[in-house]
């Protein structure tokens, strides 16, 4: 038998007994970042609404429930400038990279990239 000793924020594994809540409920999601450093030169302000453009119609692959572009708040040369934050069921991801706006992505910003990384993280109980 499975028990918790979780609080509900958990974001426990499938060990424990809020797991099997979350999945009953419908609630288990993953947050999907992709975190960037645009090249230097590149206009990072400009950049935003057609990221956010692209993004936005990821809205539209099943399973995928919000998306947020947000920029870097501070202007630091160690710091990354961009994180698109996507929040989608688990079943969701190979839709989404298989999806036209991701191909979009790295067409036409993967040469204006400096750095990118990926983090997928469970959302635990909403």
Not at 54 to 62: A, C, S
Request: charged share 30%.
């Amino acid at each position: 038998m499975k028990t918790s000793v979780c609080s509900e924020t958990c974001i426990c594994s499938e060990a424990c007994a809020c797991f099997e809540i979350r999945k009953q409920k419908g609630t288990e999601a993953v947050k999907h970042y992709i975190i960037a450093k645009w090249n230097e030169g590149v206009n990072k302000q400009a950049m935003l609404a057609p990221v956010k453009e692209i993004f936005d119609r990821t809205l539209e692959i099943p399973g995928i429930r919000a998306v947020r572009v947000i920029p870097c708040c501070v202007d630091r040369p160690n710091r990354y400038d961009l994180m698109i934050e996507i929040e989608m069921d688990p079943e969701a991801l190979p839709a989404y990279d298989a999806s036209q706006p991701h191909k979009e992505w790295k067409e036409r910003f993967g040469s204006l990239l400096f750095a990118k990384t990926i983090f997928d993280r469970d959302d635990g109980i909403s």
